[in-house]
């Protein structure tokens, strides 16, 4: 079972398919933020860790179901001379439900005074909140499996790489989540990644593939320039 430590190559795989893992779950993370941020402040740290404990649980399960897993490529019907398998609809209801949830929180984020009546009449129930971060880890650790399946033979560099990963993104989701939240511009560029992450998987789903590097560009590029904005804005309320 531990054969694999004294393999060099073995080592390699592991920080490579731990970098992917982290890469991939960047989107995940921003979904929990957002999501937990309509938590009252004194659940939101439990929402996190547990919210990103289920996706660990989630990809390890799928892991230790492989035989499965390679199932849901297989067609199960055909719509207009496009072949439908379990992956495609995961991936389609995923998709559809991300695009859904982040128009709907944007449409929160513009309308605040909105939101302030309704959080009058009733909080974001925890366990909805849970609900919600479980459908989308689905989706997600489905994808990262996949990857990693794809990468590496050995279960065991397998299950270790998405620990690891898990565990560096449970130490970022806080100040992740807090600096989103701090920043009301930020949290809309946010949740637009979302929705293209979204329609990325709608189109994955269809079998129109658009690469993950160009979606993680646009993201880091946006990002960067967003920042600047930011710190441009701080200068500007800062001179007297």
Do not use: C
């Not at 035989?67 to 297989?74: I, P, Q």
């Not at 050995?154 to 989103?180: H, R, S, T, W, Y």
């Not at 593939?209 to 920042?227: D, L, N, Q, R, W």
């Amino acid at each position: 079972m531990f054969e694999w430590l004294s393999s060099p190559e073995a080592w390699i795989a592991l920080l490579t398919l731990t970098s992917l893992e982290i890469v991939l779950g960047i989107d995940n993370i921003i979904f929990i933020s957002i999501l937990v941020g309509r938590l009252p402040e004194h659940q939101r740290q439990a929402g996190r860790l547990i919210g990103l404990g289920l996706a660990m649980g989630m990809r390890i399960l799928l892991l230790l179901s492989l035989s499965w897993l390679m199932k849901l490529t297989e067609p199960l019907f055909t719509v207009w001379a496009q072949e439908i398998s379990g992956r495609d609809l995961i991936l389609l209801i995923g998709g559809l439900f991300l695009v859904a949830k982040s128009t709907h929180e944007i449409h929160h984020a513009m309308n605040p005074e909105e939101e302030s009546k309704e959080n009058g009449v009733k909080k974001a129930n925890f366990f909805s909140i849970l609900a919600q971060i479980a459908i989308l880890d689905i989706v997600f650790s489905l994808d990262s499996v996949i990857t990693a399946v794809g990468m590496v033979d050995q279960i065991e560099v397998m299950v270790a790489a998405i620990i690891i990963a898990v565990l560096v993104m449970m130490i970022a989701a806080k100040p992740i989540g807090d600096f989103v939240e701090s920043h009301p511009t930020l949290k809309v560029l946010a949740l637009s990644f979302l929705i293209l992450v979204g329609v990325a998987l709608i189109g994955e789903s269809l079998d129109f593939h658009i690469p993950k590097g160009y979606i993680y560009f646009a993201m880091g590029f946006s990002v960067v320039v967003e920042m600047i904005n930011i710190k441009m804005r701080k200068r500007l309320i800062s001179k007297p």
